[in-house]
């Protein structure tokens, strides 16, 4: 009854929080907004925590919602761009080498904290691994968030230079009940037979195949109704909160500064490729820029209508490193907690 209650008191929290910065317009409001309520009440002395049914349920439903945005269109359009899509894959392995070796080397993180944190894209999906994992959790959550904050903060500018007015954008069908709970019940068995194998997050893992291949094949389509999504979002930014207790002003100053020198160093190295497939390809350089920048699917896209940039080529490049990250980090977040252990 303890457990329930206190969780019940950590989410109506992070709910507060969740309604706070969606109000003030801060990025990824359902988690960072949570995340910071919760925080502020844990070091005020609350009993807060998520029950780990629940955590687990929230992971399988995430894993879900980030394959619901494959579809044959994608596919189709790699076919297009074989050579641009490559690149995609290279640039997020530079970049994440790139982060993680400043992260290591020059702000001494452990490694798993600091793989986590260089992740190039993915907020949700990596602050879900990191929940699940033992690392710093909370510089991993305000690496990312500077990273999110920095590119959104750059969106308005491009409005101003570009001289166009965001058109309304329509909100993607969801898909049905029936075919939500099947591709759970399926998400959930995959995710058991990784979990076995000692995959991180192995239920968000499972979710998210479980939906890319029935959303590619054409079984499924839609997205997973925002009634659903929302408080998702807020039950795992409020178990991230859980997770701040204890840490120190030096701790939050050290990661501040962190995360905006990464940023720096991805979004540098991501304009330098994007000039290079500029120049290769004939695509224009608004379009490549906006297509290879280490920033959220959503944001690019906005940002994509706003500059004008071909909305296919753009959200097809970061669909596809998306998913190409999803698969990645754990496997090599495997490898470094086992290197942790001497296994």
């Not at 919760?38 to 894993?63: E, Y």
């Not at 033992?134 to 990273?147: F, H």
């Not at 408080?231 to 859980?242: D, S």
């Not at 959503?298 to 940039?309: G, P, Y």
Request: proline residues 6%; aromatic residues 8%.
């Amino acid at each position: 009854m303890q457990v329930i209650v206190l969780s019940l008191l950590t989410l109506g929290l992070g709910a507060v929080g969740a309604f706070l910065a969606d109000v003030i317009g801060m990025p990824a409001p359902y988690l960072v907004g949570p995340a910071a309520f919760v925080t502020v009440a844990g070091l005020c002395g609350l009993p807060l925590m998520v029950a780990v049914p629940l955590r687990n349920l929230c992971f399988l439903i995430v894993g879900l919602s980030m394959g619901a945005s494959v579809s044959p269109d994608v596919l189709n359009a790699a076919r297009a761009w074989p050579f641009s899509f490559v690149m995609v894959f290279v640039t997020s392995v530079v970049l994440l080498t790139a982060a993680y070796v400043m992260l290591q080397r020059l702000f001494r993180y452990d490694p798993v904290t600091a793989i986590l944190a260089a992740c190039p894209g993915h907020l949700s999906y990596v602050l879900s691994l990191a929940a699940g994992l033992k690392s710093d959790l909370p510089s991993v959550s305000l690496i990312q968030s500077i990273r999110v904050l920095a590119l959104t903060l750059c969106v308005p500018l491009i409005v101003e230079l570009g001289g166009a007015v965001s058109p309304i954008i329509s909100m993607p069908a969801s898909m049905g009940l029936g075919s939500l709970f099947a591709m759970g019940v399926i998400g959930f068995a995959l995710g058991a037979g990784f979990h076995r194998l000692k995959v991180p997050a192995a239920l968000l893992v499972g979710g998210m195949a479980t939906s890319i291949v029935a959303h590619v094949t054409g079984l499924v389509s839609g997205v997973i109704p925002l009634w659903i999504q929302t408080p998702v979002y807020i039950a795992i930014g409020a178990m991230i909160g859980t997770r701040f207790a204890g840490v120190s002003l030096r701790d939050i100053r050290k990661a501040l500064v962190a995360g905006a020198l990464v940023t720096v160093l991805v979004a540098a190295i991501s304009a330098a490729i994007a000039a290079f497939m500029a120049q290769l390809t004939g695509v224009p350089l608004g379009a490549t820029m906006i297509a290879f920048a280490p920033g959220g699917l959503e944001t690019m896209a906005a940002m994509a209508v706003i500059m004008r940039a071909d909305p296919t080529y753009v959200g097809t490049h970061h669909i596809l490193r998306l998913i190409f990250l999803s698969f990645l980090m754990p496997f090599v977040i495997r490898r470094f907690v086992r290197t942790r252990e001497g296994t």
